[in-house]
């Protein structure tokens, strides 16, 4: 069966190290990945703090024409974007005045039959099964996993892992040979999209994560979003302002920390990329 | 009207909510658990909790306070709120639909401006090019705000570390874009 | 030839202001049958009831009928009068023009020709109507009290005293329930156990009461005044009437790590245990699933070691059979534990506790010998903090409802810390406070200004720890919701009240109506409190609704009354408004074909099999038979039966057919 991959627009840019490290771990467990053809950004948060209907046509095209495709499982990496397009499948089926109006907009059919699945149920589903004797490099350190938002949240909408204290990237890092810290900020909020408009927040709650996370002994962190990677990694500076200290621990993608386990080349995973240089 | 056995007759701004969104401004009780656990609460002018309270007084005042409130913009839709609340008050929604109302009656506050610009320079690369084209977004952004030199400094390692990508990736139905953007256009 | 008495209440002004009574009156008397029709100011009083037996009397009525309020409040006061007159109560019915007519329309014609409407359909419901009596069970003047908390032991205390016989089930080793863990009690501060244990050896010495703790209901049959109950009483591994309580066992027992149910988790028991220094009966049991003989058929230390060979291993758990006329139902509540919170940690912080692990520690008989100390490393804790509402008022956790008792013994546990560690900083989060009883608000007052508690209001979004302490994120609502955190060595939840596991299996062992919290139902939530829908069954107590210990007193008091009242006659009196089966002459003997489908429709359970014999004592036929004393009347067998055998007595398909007619036909 071919799995649809949905890069959206920060796994084709900014975090292409993310995209890189999904497509080499797909690759080395012999997964079928089809990128969804001409597919759209989504809308992140600008479409749904703006404009409602957008906010709901933009994600519903996206899976329009991932049914079309023949796809009927699609992988979304970016945790925003498995937020959006889950929550459009959710309320487009509670609503079918809604889901006609949408129809509409786009000019395509919507059916809302695609399995959306977020990077860890892809891991789970297709990598750990087959994980038996593929560890050729224990990722043997301390991890603070690090959930985020949209992963999570709202529980209704996606009914994946649990709220608080979630374990699922826990026992995902687990497998691979790491051993996952308890600590405090595993899903407070990173500070979104607030990196660019208003830096000083970002740093301030970003701050808190890389924090708890070093004060607990933490040698890396793991996440499954490119907008926390983002704002954990690249805005370090800010954060040290914030922390009054210099903190050196990597952000790395749970990709790449399979990736690097199961025995992968550093470059493929992306790993250069990164603004905190990843010692792990 | 529904016949939700839980529906009461709020007026108002709350009426309105509650009428477009399903959030019943009179389930809460002010028990105060979002503003506790709101990650930017103290950065914001008026706390979840109390912009509640604000929209159940009725008071048009109050509700003239909440649209040009910072709340509304600085939130950020973590749903964190959601999902402590003891009601289930969907607070990201109502902030979703006070924002919008917002813009539309031109009632947003000045301290948003950048967040607000944010959103429209992104919304603009969608349109023009189906995706986020990073480059073209940002100097979008730099010429609303005019904060030309910020994170300057970021775009030579960005470019070194080959995450800023110069020619966009344009969507091939530009067309299908552009018409989505129209039809929900609220210029009507 | 029937000779109706028609007599129409004004009702002062309520039914005569938009009714014309006068004209019903009118009317009405020149139906067929109606022998006297008159209408009068008042009819319920003493001058409107001696009308109506007058004309009894005078005029040789056949059936009365008061056309004025709702049955639901005269039917007894008239029917009283008519049977004072000589007149079968059951051929007196009434109309209702007030809630049905006059309350409920503007003065018109048409109003008025509702009336006249009305009084003629039971006019002629009446004429079809038999003469009843009311129905006689006997009484078994036992009562059986299930739970031995204060509810079950205050009414079993006050049935006794008034000289019936008592069994008190507890399934506990001991009596004494929530209230034995207790350390203080509010507003006064009294010691619990101080005022607990005289009532609890009362219990044990008392001769009317017959005492069986480690017990259950196992089964039970019957009906009001007549229920056979079965117990179980479970193995203790222990001959009471040999062990003399000396405790050695307990001390001799190799199995010391068990947590302590009596300590909330905080202490441990050993697997032969008595659950507290005060328990009644002071004899030990034997914890079968955790006992090493049990499990791994090793140790029996305690029997070597027992003075008078009191330790019996092969004993069996034992069933008793007994004739009861009365069951008080007094099995408590529990609260909710830490691990319910996934906000708070989902119980891993053993510093974060409940309210009831911290009655423990500040009792002087607790874990910590009344100091407060953190359970993870025994320090005491300099900062504090409470939290009310800890699931309570919470819909998204399916506890919409307030457990009533939390606001008052936060602010008693606040004022407790502050006696006992001086210079602590105590905090209270709290949403509202409840504290309506007797001296109950004073109380929480006192927290506040002379012992310093800080009160904030706000719930706690989270709490977590860090570097020993634990981090607790509140929000100040009365000062614009702004954030406050508080590093606090401990936290105490005031976590909801609940029902107990196993409650919704014992109200369908016993068909009473619980609510979807699994609280028992009482039989109206205001005039009968202690009374549930099934007869003969009473309420005490904290499973019908969170509730604190006076109230849990009244409410046992109140079920006691209940009982004695019934035991107070030697034969019970029942409305005979219930359903029978229709017996006929032989061949036939009735028209039921016992399909016994009454049976599986009826609620209560009050449909039961008779075999009809010949005289040679063999079973012609198996019909139906309605139990008198468990039918309430609802109707719901004869909707079902086919073959319109059984009907109810005093609205028998005759009677309700007239009336239908009589409302189609205009005269």
């Known amino acids: 069966m071919t799995l649809g991959f949905y890069p959206g627009c920060s796994l084709k840019g900014s975090s292409r190290e993310y995209a890189e490290s999904v497509l080499a771990v797909a690759k080395a467990f012999d997964i079928q990945i089809q990128e969804i053809k001409d597919w759209n950004c989504c809308g992140a948060t600008a479409a749904h703090s703006l404009n409602r209907e957008l906010s709901l046509a933009l994600p519903a095209r996206v899976l329009s024409l991932a049914e079309k495709q023949g796809l009927t499982e699609i992988v979304v990496p970016c945790a925003a974007c498995y937020g959006r397009l889950s929550s459009t499948q959710y309320e487009l089926a509670k609503n079918p005045e809604l889901k006609a109006r949408v129809a509409e907009i786009n000019g395509i059919e919507y059916n809302g039959t695609t399995t959306i699945l977020n990077v860890i149920q892809m891991l789970d589903k297709y990598v750990t099964p087959k994980l038996e004797g593929r560890v050729v490099k224990p990722f043997e350190h301390k991890v603070a996993c690090y959930y985020g938002c949209y992963l999570v949240r709202p529980h209704e909408v996606l009914n994946f892992d649990r709220v608080e204290e979630p374990q699922s990237m826990d026992s995902l890092m687990t497998k691979v040979g790491a051993t996952p810290i308890d600590w405090a900020f595993k899903t407070e909020c990173c500070g979104a999209s607030l990196s660019i408009s208003r830096t000083s927040s970002v740093g301030k709650l970003s701050g808190k994560i890389v924090g708890d996370a070093f004060d607990r002994g933490a040698e890396a962190i793991i996440v499954a979003c490119p907008m926390c990677q983002s704002n954990l990694d690249m805005r370090r500076k800010e954060i040290n302002e914030y922390l009054g200290k210099k903190i050196d621990i990597p952000v790395l993608y749970v990709t790449q920390a399979l990736g690097l386990a199961i025995g992968l080349d550093r470059k493929s995973l992306g790993l250069q990329r990164h603004f905190v240089k990843v010692t792990v | 009207m529904s016949s939700d056995p839980h529906h009461s007759v709020i007026s108002g701004l709350g009426g309105e909510i509650q009428e477009h969104t399903e959030v019943k401004v009179s389930h809460c009780y002010q028990c105060g658990k979002c503003s506790a656990g709101c990650p930017l609460s103290d950065e914001m002018d008026y706390p979840p909790s109390l912009i509640m309270r604000m929209l159940q007084t009725g008071n048009p005042e109050l509700e003239e306070k909440v649209l040009r409130s910072f709340s509304i913009w600085v939130c950020l839709t973590c749903e964190m709120c959601y999902a402590r609340c003891p009601m289930s008050i969907d607070i990201p929604k109502m902030m979703d639909y006070l924002r919008e109302k917002a813009i539309k009656e031109k009632k947003t506050n000045p301290k948003a401006k950048q967040i607000i610009s944010f959103h429209k320079s992104f919304l603009d690369s969608v349109r023009y090019t189906g995706k986020m084209y990073e480059v073209g977004f940002y100097a979008d952004y730099k010429t609303r705000t005019l904060k030309i030199l910020d994170d300057m400094m970021l775009v030579p390692p960005m470019m070194k570390r080959g995450k800023l990508r110069i020619i966009p990736e344009m969507i091939k139905d530009r067309s299908g874009i552009a018409s989505i953007f129209r039809k929900t256009s609220k210029k009507k | 030839m029937a000779k109706i008495g028609v007599f129409i209440c004004h009702c002062g002004e309520n039914i005569s202001a938009t009714v014309d009574c006068a004209k019903v009156a009118e009317v009405v008397g020149k139906y067929d049958g109606v022998a006297i029709s008159v209408d009068y100011k008042y009819m319920c009083s003493d001058p409107g009831q001696t009308l109506i037996k007058k004309a009894i009397v005078e005029k040789g009525l056949t059936g009365v009928v008061v056309a004025s309020c709702s049955p639901r409040m005269h039917e007894p006061t008239f029917r009283k009068a008519c049977a004072e007159a000589g007149l079968n109560p059951y051929m007196c019915e009434m109309a209702n023009l007030r809630e049905h007519c006059s309350w409920v329309h503007e003065k018109s014609e048409a109003t008025t020709q509702k009336a006249i409407d009305l009084v003629r359909t039971i006019v002629e419901k009446v004429k079809h109507n038999q003469s009843l009596n009311a129905i006689k069970v006997p009484v078994t003047k036992t009562a059986l009290v299930i739970g031995g908390g204060i509810a079950g032991i205050q009414a079993s205390l006050d049935i006794a005293n008034s000289g019936h016989k008592v069994i008190l089930i507890e399934k506990d080793p001991s009596i004494g329930g929530h209230m034995s863990q207790l350390s203080e009690t509010f507003p006064t501060l009294d010691c619990s156990q101080c005022i607990l244990t005289p009532r609890m050896v009362e219990v044990a010495q008392h001769p009317n009461i017959a005492l069986y703790t480690y017990a259950e209901l196992e089964s039970i049959d019957g009906f009001i005044g007549n229920f056979k109950v079965k117990i179980r009483k479970k193995a203790k591994s222990v001959d009471e009437k040999i062990c003399t309580g000396c405790g050695l066992c307990t001390t001799k027992c190799p199995n010391k790590k068990i947590p302590s149910e009596f300590n909330e988790g905080l202490g441990n028991r050993t697997a032969i245990y008595v659950p507290?220094?005060?328990?009644?009966?002071?004899?030990?049991?034997?914890?079968?699933?955790?006992?090493?003989?049990y499990t791994k058929g090793k140790c029996k230390i305690c029997e070597k070691f027992c003075?008078?060979?009191?330790?019996?291993?092969?004993?069996?758990?034992?069933?008793?059979?007994v004739p009861v006329g009365a069951i008080v139902l007094a099995t408590g509540f529990t609260v909710k534990k830490t691990n319910f919170f996934p906000e708070y940690g989902y119980g891993k912080h053993p510093d974060i506790v409940t309210g009831l692990q911290f009655e423990r520690l500040a009792s002087a008989s607790g874990p910590t010998l009344g100091e407060i100390r953190r359970p993870s490393d025994g320090k005491i804790p300099e900062t504090i903090v409470f939290v009310a509402c800890a699931g309570s008022r919470d819909e998204a956790k399916g506890i919409p409802y307030c457990s009533k008792i939390c606001c008052m013994y936060t602010a008693k546990h606040a004022m407790l810390y502050?006696?006992?560690?001086?210079?602590?900083?105590?905090?209270?989060?709290?949403?509202?406070?409840?504290?309506?009883?007797?001296?109950?608000?004073?109380?929480?007052?006192?927290?506040?200004?002379e012992d310093g508690v800080n009160y904030i209001r706000g719930r706690v979004s989270r709490v977590y720890e860090k570097n020993g302490k634990l981090i607790v994120k509140g929000a100040d609502t009365l000062l614009g919701a702004t954030p406050v955190e508080i590093e606090a060595d401990m936290v105490v939840l005031a976590t909801a009240g609940v029902a107990n596991e196993g409650a919704e299996e014992l109200a369908q062992k016993l068909h009473v109506s619980?609510?979807?919290?699994?609280?028992?139902?009482?039989?109206?939530?205001?005039?009968?409190?202690v009374e549930t829908n099934t007869a003969g069954i009473f309420l005490a107590g904290a499973c019908q609704a969170p509730r604190d210990i006076p109230e849990s007193v009244a409410m046992a008091s109140g079920a006691a009354a209940k009982v004695a009242g019934l035991f107070s006659q030697d034969e019970l009196t029942r409305e005979p408004l219930i359903a029978v089966v229709n017996r006929q002459a032989p061949p036939v003997f009735s028209s039921c074909v016992g399909c016994f489908l009454c049976m599986s429709a009826c609620p209560y359970h009050a449909i039961e099999k008779e075999e009809i014999k010949n005289?040679?004592?063999?079973?012609?036929?198996?019909?139906?038979?309605?139990?008198?004393?468990?039918?309430?009347?609802c109707g719901t067998c004869v909707a079902f039966c086919r073959t319109k055998s059984i009907d109810i007595q005093g609205y028998t398909h005759e009677e309700v057919y007239s009336e239908v007619m009589a409302l189609l036909n205009d005269y």
């Open chain 3, 514 to 529: 619980y609510d979807p919290y699994h609280f028992f139902a009482e039989a109206h939530p205001k005039l009968k409190p």
């Open chain 3, 307 to 321: 003075p008078t060979h009191a330790i019996k291993f092969d004993q069996e758990d034992e069933i008793i059979e």
């Open chain 3, 418 to 449: 502050q006696h006992k560690v001086h210079g602590g900083k105590s905090y209270v989060f709290y949403m509202d406070i409840r504290a309506g009883g007797k001296n109950y608000d004073e109380f929480v007052r006192r927290a506040i200004e």
């Open chain 3, 615 to 633: 005289r040679q004592g063999e079973v012609i036929k198996t019909v139906a038979k309605v139990n008198p004393g468990l039918c309430q009347g």
């Open chain 3, 276 to 293: 507290f220094p005060q328990a009644v009966p002071n004899k030990p049991v034997i914890d079968k699933t955790l006992c090493t003989y």
